[in-house]
């Protein structure tokens, strides 16, 4: 089975940071896009930051934002600890929200689209 698992959630004060993180579990996964999105209760959910593959699986594109990141994000990737992470700076109470990892890549010969169970980031005003 190919399972994420998200860590790094909390509460924090405005202005602050904190870093998600999203670790990958399978027997011989390869992520090829990874992204991270949020979901505000009663709104659809937003993509955050992503990495895409490129013209070759495992390459990695310029990574992208949303336009409310606003310079505050930074999305990376591990490939040895096969872990994706999440810098956000300088947050702000509108940042509140449920936080999902995403993933798809190949293991196997097979193909994954994988969900983490999200993380909670509450920033207090």
């Known amino acids: 089975q190919v399972q994420l698992r998200e860590s790094g959630g909390g509460q924090v004060q405005a202005g602050g940071s904190l870093r998600l993180a999203c670790a990958a579990f399978?027997?011989?996964?390869?992520?090829?896009?990874v992204a991270w999105y949020r979901q505000i209760p009663g709104e659809k959910r937003q993509l955050v930051a992503g990495?895409?593959?490129?013209?070759?699986?495992?390459?990695?594109?310029?990574?992208n934002y949303a336009d409310f990141v606003e310079g505050r994000f930074t999305v990376s990737r591990d490939r040895a600890k096969n872990t994706v992470y999440l810098q956000m700076d300088n947050l702000k109470p509108e940042d509140t929200a449920m936080y999902y990892c995403?993933?798809?890549?190949?293991?196997?010969?097979?193909?994954?689209?994988?969900w983490g169970q999200g993380t909670q980031v509450t920033v207090l005003p």
């Open positions: 990495i895409s593959a490129t013209t070759n699986l495992g390459d990695d594109s310029a990574a």
């Open positions: 995403y993933q798809d890549g190949f293991a196997d010969g097979n193909y994954y689209k994988r």
């Open positions: 399978g027997k011989s996964f390869r992520p090829t896009s």
